[in-house]
């Protein structure tokens, strides 16, 4: 299978800001339903009373995922219908319109239920609200690689569908806040279900932008006919366990999201018993993306002098600096202490920025190894499956770490008033959480991704691309 431009590409305009723009939007759409799953540990174990049930059903759901991601991604690689402009973003659109109401199937606001009833409740809306989610965002992912074939183009839109993110994540990180938990520092748990259906909605509208603005530029040759070779799933798996690009590429995001994710329960926890202001956790957080907003117009031409994995191997070498640096720790003096914290989250967000940029461009570049290696490019089971990974770090991560902050003595009956022992244990557990995801990274991006600048330069020119 080759590919090649798009047979109409001649009367299409060419690829400029408008293409980037649009696919930011899309991850925009994307993060105005996945920001809130930062906020579902405390919703669960503070409103919801769940504790240690929350992070076993978090396991469970993850059974429901490794079912729904290589599944879907497998259906839109198998689906050789003709749409009207294209599958990806017919998928997408499908997507979306689930997605209105998908979050905030997560959020019902039921406290005094039987535990019985919020297994149901949780389990329920959890699958409701991740299988459209995969839907609109395994086709958003592979999409990349289908809009232009030059390098710059992609590192481009790599690095903007990192600015939809952290605009998509920049609303319910420092508004909510504000509106979500009380002058005590408690959650209102009624408050977040009404903020996750405006978030559908506005998921919803930037996903039509994305469509409406969307062109394809590269076309796949698919056989058809009896001489077609047919899908066959575990053969397309097996193929991605020997595509190194993409699992050094999936190692990379497991240990990100293992950050992002797996410590937001104890971030949540240190502002509200620590530093005993959780207001102002979601501003911590966004000054700590000024290096990702800074080096996002830089990362084009900083790609093409210094190569993908070149870049992503430094970054993370910063995170895990950064990383050793959040064990500093003045609890005798916490304003003092908050700014170590805050000094630490923007160098960790600078080495995290330099690869988020990019990381999006990596995996573009893997299904394209997928091809250039085994005669296949399959970019929605590649996707799917480094989704699917993705996705486990988000689930498997934060119950284990919900697990040790259980542990170290958190009990989340006690909302905002956790005691001094336990809220610096918190302040702990974030810093060994963040240097494991940063040292994940380099393990992913430094030893097992393969594609350095000169392997890439020889790979494009094999596929006809340079």
């Known amino acids: 299978m080759k590919t090649q431009q798009n047979p109409g590409a001649k009367e299409q305009r060419k690829f400029g800001i408008r293409d980037s723009i649009a696919y930011a939007a899309g991850d925009l759409g994307c993060n105005m339903s996945f920001a809130l799953k930062g906020t579902m540990s405390i919703f669960w174990t503070q409103f919801m009373g769940m504790d240690l049930w929350y992070a076993l059903l978090l396991v469970i759901v993850q059974v429901w995922d490794a079912i729904n991601d290589p599944l879907i991604g497998s259906i839109i690689d198998a689906d050789k219908r003709q749409y009207k402009k294209n599958k990806f973003l017919a998928y997408i659109w499908l997507g979306s319109i689930g997605l209105i109401v998908g979050g905030a199937c997560c959020f019902l606001p039921f406290p005094n239920a039987p535990t019985w009833a919020k297994f149901i409740i949780f389990i329920a809306g959890y699958v409701v609200w991740d299988a459209f989610y995969t839907i609109a965002n395994v086709p958003y992912g592979s999409l990349l690689s289908l809009i232009s074939n030059d390098v710059k183009d992609r590192a ?15 609303l319910p990180m420092v508004i909510l806040p504000f509106i979500i938990y009380d002058k005590d520092n408690n959650l209102i748990g009624e408050r977040v279900f ?4 405006i978030m559908g909605v506005l998921g919803f509208i930037c996903f039509q932008f994305m469509i409406k603005n969307t062109v394809v530029r590269v ?6 006919g009896e001489d077609a070779p047919k899908f066959n799933v575990f053969k397309a798996f097996g193929n991605f366990m020997k595509n190194r690009p993409a699992v050094g ?16 329960t104890a971030v949540t926890v240190i502002f509200q018993s620590y530093f005993k202001n959780v207001k102002i956790s979601g501003i911590v957080q966004l000054f700590a993306m000024i290096p990702i907003v800074v080096f996002t117009p830089l990362a084009r031409n900083a790609v093409a002098k210094y190569g993908k994995k070149e870049l992503a191997t430094f970054g993370s070498i910063v995170s895990i600096v950064a990383g050793l640096g959040l064990f500093i720790i003045i609890p005798d003096n916490t304003k003092l202490d908050l700014i170590i914290y805050i000094i630490c989250q923007l160098f960790f967000s600078l080495g995290l920025g330099i690869y988020s940029t990019v990381s999006w461009a990596m995996m573009g570049d893997a299904i394209d190894y997928n091809e250039w290696k085994f005669g296949a490019r399959e970019e929605g089971t590649v996707y799917s499956l480094h989704s699917f990974f993705r996705k486990l770090a988000q689930g498997i991560g934060p119950s ?12 989340g009956k006690n909302e905002g008033n956790q005691l001094w022992e336990v809220a610096v244990n918190m302040r702990y557990t974030v810093a060994a959480t963040f240097l494991f995801s940063a040292i994940l990274q ?9 594609l350095d600048k000169k392997t890439l330069a020889k790979m494009n020119a094999d596929l006809g691309r340079e």
Not at 156 to 170: D, E, H, K, T, Y
Not at 194 to 197: E, S, Y
Not at 442 to 450: H, I, K, P
Request: charged share 5%; no cysteine.
């Open 156 to 170: 481009s839109l790599s690095a903007w569908r990192s600015v939809g993110s952290i605009f998509g994540n920049m």
């Open 442 to 450: 380099f393990v992913g991006l430094g030893l097992v991704y393969n």
């Open 400 to 411: 284990l770490v919900l697990v040790i902050m259980i542990a170290f003595g958190y009990v």
């Open 249 to 264: 590429a999936t190692i990379a995001a497991m240990g990100m999201f293992i950050g992002m994710q797996g410590a937001t």
């Open 194 to 197: 009404i903020a996750a259906l």
């Open 219 to 224: 076309d796949t040759d698919v056989a058809v």
